[in-house]
Structures are given as C-alpha cells and as structure tokens.
C-alpha cells in the first residue's frame, strides 16, 4: 500500500475543529437564525434573571496537562490504605421473612431481566 495515501486520510486538525466550538462566522449564523444580536442578548433572553448571577465565576487560573495530573496525583498521595473488614463479623442477624421474600429473593431487585419479556415480545410480534 502507498504510504503517501495513508498520510492523505489523516486529518490532524479534525480533533480541533469538533471541540474547540463553533467559529465567529458559525456563531453569527446561529444568531441570525434565532433572532439575537450577540451572545449576551441569547443568554439573557434563555436564563431568567432570578438564577441569573452579574458577577463573573471566581475561576482558578488554568493549568496545563502536566501541572493538573501533578496535582491530582498529590492528592491521591495522601490516600491512606486502610485493612477491610467487611464481610468479617456480620452473623447471627435475623431478617424479617418480608424482606427475604419480596427484596432478597425477588430478582426484579438485582436483575435487569424481566420475567417472560421474550414470550410477551413474540406475542406481540405475532398480532
């Protein structure tokens, strides 16, 4: 196969363009289209003004990739691994027969199967 005809299929900026956002020129058209003169006009006009805050979002500087998994990472350093002891010491409990019959043992709890779907689909199917 021709190298230069794999080269041709990549497309490097495809990521960009689907996740930056729309463009000037697309967020115009979008106005015209809903009757907006800017941005701010569409917001006020969608966002009631009783949720609606004036004061800009108290937002942290950004941080590159590196700077971020750095902190994430000093964070999960101060994990602790602690011993489990679930399953251990649970015994001698009495649940009431109510629970066992209609929770416990009742598989529409712990189940996504539905009893008799595939009988009541082709029953449907055959009308």
């Given amino acids: 196969m021709n190298r230069d005809s794999l080269r041709s299929l990549e497309q490097h900026d495809a990521f960009l363009e689907r996740h930056i956002g729309p463009n000037d020129a697309e967020i115009a058209h979008m106005l015209r289209v809903v009757g907006h003169d800017s941005l701010d006009a569409l917001t006020d006009a969608i966002v009631p003004a009783s ?4 004061a800009p979002l108290a937002l942290p500087a950004p941080v590159t990739e590196v700077e971020a998994i750095a902190k994430i990472r000093a964070i999960a350093d101060r994990n ?13 409990t009495h649940t009431p027969n109510v629970i066992l019959r209609n929770i416990l043992e009742n598989p529409a709890w712990y189940t996504a199967y539905t009893p008799y ?3 009541i689909s ?4 055959k009308r």
């Fill in 51 to 54: 949720i609606k805050s004036a």
């Fill in 80 to 92: 602790q691994v602690f011993r489990s002891f679930i399953g251990q010491g649970y015994y001698g």
């Fill in 117 to 119: 779907q595939a009988e």
């Fill in 122 to 125: 082709r029953a449907a199917w």
